[in-house]
């Protein structure tokens, strides 16, 4: 997983930082006290139900992670799931861009188009490419928003073509950075960069079904999380953290099986490690697992262990349940972690200097010229995806997709 150099690390980087300074200019950048820069950034849900061939309906959960570069111009990843119906299993992911319009004080209008790539649970989605032109009205309060989405889904390859109005939910925030002629440098910054976690986590872990489906399947995946303010005197010291996680089926014959979720938990600290709940809810499915409409939860207990100041060492054992029908399992998995940003007791002081690291993320497109398929055959097949790179050393870096 370890190549390239640094200086491919700022080359890149530089690029995506001109390019963004050549749409939004000196309105793009906030400078910090700490020296370091913000942007705009807003985290939206969205759910709607789409009409399916033959009159099946199916709830579209959505989400979106938009950089405001420039007043006006909004743009980012973005991923949907099926919510409810049949259809548990079904995901797409891709980019979104929108047009943003503040026509009062507390009300403004976006106009957007997501365009991305997905399929499963045997849906009819033909080469998988999913297009969502958009308009939406939100109401702004302290922090957030609500709206009204007014879309059409369409799968041009396929035969799912829905137009339909959908509820939002979007959360205000800013993505901190330091300039890439910076990395290897020290600043004063007290708040966390990027978009905001302390660790990343990779995952192994075996589930063991018990209602619904028989057998067992072994899964890979990663963990995005943070902790939330300061430890609670009041639950013994406990830290609560939330966060996201995302696993693929690896072993078992469910090759196709996918889940999604967000997490909350509670670790209590025992000398330099720590023992903790969680819990999670999302969308899983596809490979034959009878998720039906897509929604499952997990409620765990887990254990962490440093292995030095940025490594870590975890496991977990819990059980997950299908939020519609009687699918559910037991599941024990492994985690490796390594520490993105030390926000804890063992954090710099206030006025201490923190070095900073290089990192870069983007979409990535790929295009596979000979692909072979159940059905017999192959062909040609283009995937999009998500890909992040962090500097470890002064010649290589991790990448992850």
């Known amino acids: 997983m370890m190549w390239g150099m640094r200086q491919q690390l700022l080359k890149g980087r530089a690029a995506a930082l001109a390019l963004l300074c050549a749409l939004g200019g000196p ?52 991923a949907y799931g099926a919510a409810s119906g049949q259809r548990g299993g079904l995901f797409t992911w891709g980019g979104e861009v929108q047009g943003v319009l503040r026509f009062a004080p507390e009300w403004q209008a976006t106009a957007g188009l997501y365009v991305g790539g997905g399929g499963g649970a045997a849906a009819p989605v033909g080469g998988g490419l999913m297009l969502r032109p958009h308009v939406d009205v939100w109401r702004r309060l302290d922090g957030w ?64 079904w018990r209602g619904g489906a028989s057998g067992s399947m072994s899964h890979v995946g990663v963990r995005l999380d943070r902790r939330l303010g300061e430890p609670m005197a009041s639950l013994g010291g406990a830290v609560a953290t939330a966060g996201l996680e995302a696993a693929g089926a690896a072993q078992g014959g469910a090759d196709g099986y996918a ?57 977990e054992v819990g059980r997950m349940q299908a939020l519609q029908g009687p699918l559910r399992g037991d599941y024990a998995q492994i985690n490796l972690g390594f520490v993105l940003d030390h926000a804890g007791g063992d954090a710099p002081a206030d006025d201490a200097p923190r070095r900073v690291t290089g990192g870069r993320w983007g979409l990535a497109l790929a295009s596979y010229s000979d692909a072979a398929r159940k059905a017999g055959g192959s062909r040609a097949m283009q995937t999009i995806g998500l890909r992040f790179d962090r500097a470890i050393g002064e010649q290589t870096y991790w990448t992850g997709q």
């Open 27 to 78: 309105a793009w950048a906030a400078e910090q006290p700490d020296g370091t820069q913000t942007t705009p950034t807003v985290m939206t849900l969205g759910l709607e139900r789409l009409r399916l061939p033959g009159g099946e309906r199916m709830g579209l959960l959505g989400a979106q992670y938009l950089f405001e570069p420039t007043p006006g111009l909004r743009f980012g990843p973005a």
């Open 145 to 208: 928003q609500v709206g009204l989405s007014a879309s059409q889904v369409r799968f041009p390859s396929g035969s799912i073509s829905s137009s339909q109005l959908g509820l939002m939910l979007a959360f205000d925030d800013s993505f901190r950075y330091t300039a890439p002629d910076q990395v290897g440098q020290s600043v004063r910054s007290t708040g966390r960069a990027g978009v905001g976690f302390d660790r990343v986590q990779a995952v192994l872990g075996r589930y063991q």
């Open 259 to 315: 889940e999604g979720l967000g997490t909350l938990g509670l670790e209590w600290p025992i000398g330099g490690a720590a023992v903790g709940v969680r819990g999670a809810l999302g969308l899983a499915g596809g490979g034959a697992v009878p998720t039906r409409g897509g929604g499952i939860g997990k409620l765990a207990a887990n254990a962490v262990l440093p292995l030095g100041r940025h490594w870590l060492l975890g496991a």
